[in-house]
Nanobody, 125 residues
Framework: QVQLLDSGGGLVQAGGSLRLPCAAS????????MGWFRQGPGKDREFVGA????????YYAESVKGRFTISRDSAKNTVYLQMNSLKPEDTGVYYC??????????????????WGQGTQVTVSS
């Protein structure tokens, strides 16, 4: 079992930045993928990006490439989503997720077993 605690959301103006941490505890995550998803008002939950914990490689949705970056602090078992150049359409509840890697690219909600409680990000125009 992996427990995830995500936080760091808030209200920011368009063009601003936020960093969301997600702290993992419980079982080791060495063989896991750590993903970020978001759900905007009236929208389905969508993939934002993910990191393969072993090796630290990352991949992103096209909508956030070049603006969002995923990093980690292995000593703290924490993954971060750095969001720059935020746009109003980035508004939503952001969730971190984790699961043992089952494929090289894990972009579907159904591929993740463990979820954080979500943190609200609101970008004003």
């Amino acid at each position: 079992q992996v427990q995830l605690l995500d936080s760091g959301g808030g209200l920011v103006q368009a063009g601003g930045s936020l960093r969301l941490p997600c702290a993992a505890s419980g079982s080791p995550i060495d063989s896991h993928a750590m993903g970020w998803f978001r759900q905007g008002p009236g929208k389905d939950r969508e993939f934002v990006g993910a990191m393969r914990w072993s090796g630290g490689s990352t991949y992103y949705a096209e909508s956030v490439k070049g603006r969002f970056t995923i990093s980690r602090d292995s000593a703290k078992n924490t993954v971060y989503l750095q969001m720059n150049s935020l746009k109003p359409e980035d508004t939503g509840v952001y969730y971190c997720a984790a699961n043992r890697m089952t494929s090289w690219l894990m972009t579907s909600r159904s591929e993740y077993t463990y979820w954080g409680q979500g943190t609200q990000v609101t970008v004003s125009s």
